[in-house]
């Protein structure tokens, strides 16, 4: 997966798509934004999510922050590895820090996601 492929949310999540299933995680300005993250709570496998629900606690030293889904569906995978190391995530955002993977229901979602240049701008206006 390259960076450049992923489309982002407003809150800093990322998406990566390969046929209707999305694997998710937070873009490296969110990592480096909450500081060393230590706590990470993912929804269980199978749950049914809507797009823009929290589905996920994400405690760092600084802060607590929630993990949105960008997308409708179903969870069909967890990152066991970052609910045991979550310093995973501040080390690999894009790589294996990732959360989640979400079987969507509606592809059409996805058109209210910023491309990555799209999201570099937004970070521009932050």
Same mark, same amino acid.
């Given at each position: 997966?390259?960076?450049? %492929?992923?489309?982002? !949310?407003? *809150? ?44 996920? !606690?994400? *405690?760092?030293?600084? !802060? ?7 997308? !409708?569906? &179903?969870?069909?995978?967890?990152? &066991? ?14 790589? *294996? ?7 969507? &229901?509606?592809?059409? %979602? ?6 990555? &240049? %799209? ?5 521009? *206006?932050?």
């Amino acid at each position: 997966m390259e960076i450049e %492929e992923c489309l982002f !949310t407003k *809150e800093h999540e990322w998406v990566f798509v390969e046929d209707k299933v999305v694997t998710i995680g937070i873009s490296e300005y969110a990592a480096g934004e909450l500081g060393d993250i230590v706590f990470i709570e993912l929804p269980e496998k199978g749950r049914k999510v809507k797009q823009m629900d929290p589905v996920g !606690t994400i *405690e760092a030293v600084k !802060t607590v922050a929630e993990l949105f889904s960008p997308v !409708t569906g &179903e969870v069909t995978e967890i990152n &066991e590895e970052v609910v045991d190391n979550p310093d995973i995530v501040n080390k690999s955002p894009y790589g *294996e820090g990732w959360f989640i993977k979400i079987k969507m &229901e509606n592809m059409s %979602e996805l058109d209210v996601l910023f491309s990555y &240049e %799209e999201y570099k701008d937004f970070l521009g *206006e932050e």
